[in-house]
């Protein structure tokens, strides 16, 4: 895993963010990381499109109240990053 850094809603986070989560199903591995690629926001359940580390995604329904731990580096880790680190 990587740094996880902070507690957030559910419906705070955003496509990019690495969020950690128990989905019931998921091979029975209990906690885990997942890339955010999609959110969709509804009246009261936020649904989350994630990526495992083996490029497979799936959606995870989740009360918009639910809170999670979060990471948002990942956004910035991108080729596409407007301030790419130089090596």
Not at 9 to 17: I, K, L, S, T
Not at 33 to 44: C, G, L, N, Q, T
Not at 66 to 81: F, I, L, N, P
């Amino acid at each position: 895993m990587t740094g996880i850094s902070d507690q957030a809603r559910v419906d705070e986070v955003a496509p990019g963010d690495l969020v950690v989560l128990d989905v019931p199903g998921d091979e029975g591995v209990g906690a885990r990381e997942y890339k955010v690629v999609f959110v969709d926001r509804s009246d009261a359940t936020v649904t989350l499109t994630v990526e495992t580390d083996d490029g497979q995604t799936f959606d995870a329904v989740l009360p918009g109240d639910t809170v999670v731990s979060r990471a948002m580096e990942s956004k910035w880790e991108s080729e596409q990053s407007p301030t790419a680190e130089e090596n």
